[in-house]
Structure formats: structure tokens, C-alpha cells
């Protein structure tokens, strides 16, 4: 099973600020098979990136992924207010899926 | 607007049974493999069953196998999970989730809202 460890836990910044999210994993990642999920609360995930770097339909260019192998990046160039949520990494590339633990982004 | 809704969650004991529906609209069902995946506070977001566009073919992880059971129907645009045995740890809130095409691969591109799962006595 592919583990997948998200730093840091929690991401205090200001609406306007760059977001840095890493997601390691425990060994690597087939083709490229993974997405970023934000979440909101008492909602469902949504996707935002797969493929390690395609955007999901509708999803903001300020939003981008990039990695390969064990070690993949989620930057929000510059946070909105709708912005700060939890986000998950998820591979799905090998069985069992696996998703990260999660980043919580909140404002400074 | 594409759209899953899942029911059937509840309080179930130990040992029990309960069976989840996802209710999808505004996309052609058949024509997509299908998910379940599970949030608890504790152990996050875990992966569940997948099965293909016609139902042959399902996958489970080894924390439900031989418990859980996913079907779907096309004819009623439904998709279903069969849980049996359940135990306190299977507790949590289920999402449907569809696929991005006909196989069973890709990223979770749509949700629905979720039911709620409390196993305890």
C-alpha cells in the first residue's frame, strides 16, 4: 500500500498569499496518477488536480500541481477567501487507492 | 447538472447490515465506472469498492472485502453498496464518487453529498 504523507498538517496564511502544499509518497507514484482534492466544511471533496498537474474542469489557473515519482506540490498562487478549506492528495495508481492525510489551510 | 445522491445511512449494531443507494442524474450512467469512499475523523478519506460501466468487475480493499458488496443498476441510474457484518470501525460517512470514463481509473471527478454510517450498540 502507497502512503501517501502531507505536509504541513495546518498552513496559516492571508488571502493574497502563495499556499506551498506537499504530498510525499511512500514509493512511487505510477504515470503520474495523482489528484488534489479541496474540502470544505460539512461538504464533499472536489477535484482539483489530476494527473499530478491537469486542472479539473472549472478549477481556477491560480490552482496548479506539479511532481513526480514520491514527491508532488499544490500551489495557490495567490489565496482567495473561498481558498481556505482542507486539502487532500490521493494516488490512483495502485490498489489500494490511498489519500492523504490532509492540509489544512486557514487564515492568518 | 451531473449529480449523486446517496441514502440508506443510519444506526446499525454490531454484526448488522445496511445497504447505501447513489441516485445519479445529469450524466449517462452506464457510460461510467463507479466508487464508494468512505471520511472518518480518524482515519480520513479511505477508498472503498470501484466497479466497471457493466458490473463485472469490482474491487474492494482487504478492510472490507468479503463484508461489502457493490452492484449498480443502469436501467435506474443507481448504484449500491451491500455491507454486512459491519463493525464499530466501518462507522463514518460514505460518498459515491464517479470516474472519469469506462474503465475503472482516474481521479474522483464528482461527489455526492455523503451519508452517515454509525455502527454501535
Known amino acids: 500500500e502507497i502512503v501517501l504523507t502531507q505536509s504541513p498538517g495546518t498552513l496559516s496564511l492571508s488571502p493574497g498569499e502563495r499556499a506551498t502544499l506537499s504530498c510525499r509518497a511512500s514509493q512511487s507514484v505510477s504515470t503520474k496518477y495523482l489528484a488534489w482534492y479541496q474540502q470544505k466544511p460539512g461538504q464533499a471533496p472536489r477535484l482539483l488536480i489530476y494527473g499530478a498537474s491537469s486542472r479539473a474542469t472549472g478549477i481556477p489557473d491560480r490552482f496548479s500541481g506539479s511532481g513526480s515519482g514520491t514527491d508532488f506540490t499544490l500551489t495557490i498562487s495567490r489565496l482567495e477567501p473561498e481558498d481556505f478549506a482542507v486539502y487532500y492528495c490521493q494516488q490512483y495508481g495502485n490498489a489500494p487507492l490511498t489519500f492523504g492525510g490532509g492540509t489544512k489551510v486557514e487564515i492568518k | 447538472e451531473v449529480q449523486l445522491l446517496e441514502s440508506g445511512g443510519g444506526l446499525v449494531q454490531p454484526g448488522g447490515s445496511l445497504r447505501l443507494s447513489c441516485a445519479a442524474s445529469g450524466f449517462t450512467f452506464r457510460n461510467y465506472a463507479m466508487s464508494w469512499v468512505r471520511q472518518t475523523p480518524g482515519k480520513g478519506l479511505e477508498w472503498v469498492s470501484s466497479?466497471?460501466?457493466?458490473?463485472?468487475?469490482?474491487y474492494y480493499p482487504d478492510s472490507v472485502k468479503g463484508r461489502f458488496i457493490i452492484s449498480r443498476d443502469n436501467s435506474k441510474n443507481t448504484l449500491y453498496l451491500q455491507m454486512d457484518s459491519l463493525r464499530a470501525e466501518d462507522t463514518a460517512v460514505y460518498y459515491c464518487?464517479?470516474?472519469?470514463?469506462?474503465?475503472?481509473?482516474?481521479?474522483?471527478?464528482?461527489w455526492g453529498q455523503g451519508t452517515m454510517v454509525t455502527v454501535s450498540s
Open positions: 466497479i466497471s460501466v457493466s458490473g463485472g468487475n469490482t
Open positions: 464518487a464517479k470516474r472519469p470514463g469506462e474503465i475503472v481509473s482516474g481521479a474522483f471527478d464528482i
